[in-house]
């Protein structure tokens, strides 16, 4: 069975980030821990589906995404300071959640969702960075696929009425955009 649209994917890979020399790892996933989605339902990026689409359990993938097809490039004016009030539950700060490094599901004077990371604190500010973690930077996935097979009624349902799936390109998560 080959990877195509309404397909459930199990894959294992190393995600390494840089250029030339400087690669560095940032992700894997295991054989205990696998990537696992279903295809065509705009959980990935379309870079990465388009890179695996037609192969088949066993095979081997190797490729690279710019910026351009992931998550773009760094973007200084996603970084923004916010009063910390806006932070206050029953009017404290909860220290558990609000730290340096921390990310935070956030919603815009829109509702749109969004996803940032505290960048500092003062006392009377939080500077929080929109972007996501690995704009600006060079993807390159190397790994296996471990299982293809039809996803069932169930897991599509499943994942519509979590709210899976991501029109925007912009939901965070693991680096492929799960």
Do not use: W
């Not at 990371?117 to 993807?139: K, Q, R, W, Y």
């Amino acid at each position: 069975m080959k990877i195509s649209d309404s397909k459930y994917v199990t894959l294992t890979y190393d995600l390494n980030v840089g250029e030339g020399e400087e690669r560095e790892l940032m992700e894997q996933a295991t054989a205990e821990k696998p990537l696992e989605f279903i295809f065509g339902t705009n959980s990935m990026l379309k870079a990465f589906e388009d890179n695996i689409f037609g192969l088949s359990e066993g095979d081997k993938f190797k490729f690279t995404l710019n910026p351009e097809e992931a998550y773009g490039d760094f973007d200084e004016s996603r970084i923004i300071d916010l009063p910390k009030n806006i932070f206050e539950v029953d009017g404290k700060i909860d220290t558990e959640m609000l730290f340096e490094g921390n990310t935070l599901p956030m919603m815009d004077s829109d509702g749109n969702r969004l996803t940032g990371s505290v960048v500092t604190i003062t006392d009377d500010t939080v500077t929080m960075d929109f972007n996501h973690p690995l704009a600006g930077e060079t993807m390159h996935f190397e790994g296996t696929v471990q299982g293809v097979r039809d996803a069932s009624p169930e897991e599509i349902a499943a994942l519509f009425s979590n709210g899976g799936g991501c029109s925007s390109g912009d939901c965070g998560g693991c680096s492929c955009g799960c």
